[in-house]
């Protein structure tokens, strides 16, 4: 069975100051594996996904299939990313799973 | 604000009725998904549905139903069954092209029994 965790329910981190969300998983198969991100009062919405290895917004996540975890990094928080991080395996069935979720707040 | 609609925003349920959730989405996508996310608990799945006239299980299935009669709609029935309903409601959908793509969420539907 397919299992994603996100071991910090909350990140309380001070303006500027790097971040960085744990997201562990587990698959027998080839994972692909995206961040997606809820703004207060916003939808969720997709923030990046590995096989574009891209950086949205500063943020960057790299795939270590070794450690089987997909961790989101930014060298700079800003208040505005403050916000609840979800962490999502997607299997060849096209159903994801979610971990629990990261709150972070950026503090002034 | 187009792309995925859900309603209504805020449901209140009496204890013992059923209530239906309704979820529609123009994107032309295939799969469509129902998630119930509780605090701490992150979104878990209900159902999903790949095509019309189809749909599966999800991890938390007891006491809800579902239908897919057309590609647009995926309508969740919370039923009398479902001992704990109170919970923030979202739909979901992708084009189901392959595992890269993004899901799309509605805006959630917030269900509180009384």
């Known amino acids: 069975a397919q299992r994603v965790t996100q071991p910090e329910k909350l990140l309380s981190v001070f303006k500027g100051a790097p971040v960085e969300l744990k997201c562990n998983y587990s698959?027998?198969?080839?994972?692909?594996l995206f961040w997606y991100v809820q703004y207060s009062r916003q939808r969720l919405q997709l923030l990046l996904r590995?096989?574009s290895r891209e950086s949205i917004k500063g943020f960057t996540a790299d795939l270590n299939k070794g450690e089987t975890s997909f961790h989101l990094k930014k060298p700079f928080a800003q208040e505005e990313d403050s916000a609840m991080y979800y962490c999502?395996?997607?299997?060849?069935?096209?159903?994801?799973?979610f971990g629990g979720g990261t709150r972070l707040m950026v503090k002034p | 604000d187009g792309g995925i609609t859900q309603s209504p925003k805020y449901l209140f349920r009496k204890e013992g009725q059923n209530v239906t959730l309704s979820c529609e989405q123009n994107l032309n996508h295939d799969a469509m998904y129902w998630y119930r996310q509780d605090p701490g608990q992150g979104l878990r799945l209900i159902y999903y549905s790949q095509i019309v006239n189809d749909f599966q299980k999800g991890d938390i299935a007891e006491g809800y139903s579902v239908s897919r009669e057309k590609k647009e709609s995926f309508p969740l029935t919370v039923t009398s069954a479902q001992k704990n309903p109170t919970a923030f409601y979202l739909c979901?959908?992708?084009?189901?092209?392959?595992?890269?793509?993004?899901?799309?969420f509605g805006p959630g539907t917030r269900l509180t029994v009384l």
């Open positions: 979901a959908s992708i084009s189901g092209q392959g595992r890269g793509d993004e899901q799309f």
């Open positions: 590995h096989i």
């Open positions: 698959y027998s198969g080839s994972p692909e």
């Open positions: 999502a395996l997607h299997n060849a069935g096209n159903m994801l799973t």
